[in-house]
């Protein structure tokens, strides 16, 4: 049976402005992998990776794209003894208004998907072929 849609508005509201602040178990991670039963594999702004768990409220509600960016609480798991590391408390979706945030990382700047052009390679995209003289004359 599928889920009510108040619950799906419910999520995706609570997903869609971030915090005024994080907690201390709190903390930033961007999403390397999915490695497979709602787990997926995170850096932290360390560098340091694990593994989180998505909890119920958010499966097969939002999805979590490669590269994106997820808030985990690396709190909720310490009684257990297991490979995670968190769990995810909240997923940035709206990443602008994220990045405004006094909390968001410095280690998690915004790379550019243009490469910067060299003075060696001239791109020659929009330009017209190297014109040859006439031989009639």
């Known amino acids: 049976m599928a889920r009510p849609k108040r619950n799906l508005i419910a999520t995706a509201q609570a997903t869609s402005t971030p915090p005024t602040y994080l907690t201390d178990g709190q903390r930033l991670a961007k999403v390397i992998k999915a490695t497979g039963n709602n787990l997926y594999s995170v850096e932290f702004p360390s560098g340091a990776t694990g593994l989180v768990e998505l ?75 190297p014109t040859e003289p006439d031989e009639d004359e």
């Not at 590269?67 to 995810?88: A, F, P, W």
């Not at 998907?113 to 020659?124: F, I, V």
């Open 55 to 129: 909890p119920a409220r958010f499966r097969s509600t939002i999805w979590i794209k490669h590269g994106g960016y997820v808030l985990v609480d690396t709190e909720s798991l310490q009684g257990r003894e297991n490979k995670l590391v968190g769990e995810i408390v909240n997923i940035v979706r709206d990443e602008k208004e994220w990045r405004k945030e006094s909390y968001w990382p410095k280690e998690f700047v915004r790379k550019h998907s243009y490469l910067e052009e060299s003075d060696d390679e001239k791109s020659t995209v929009g330009k017209l072929p």
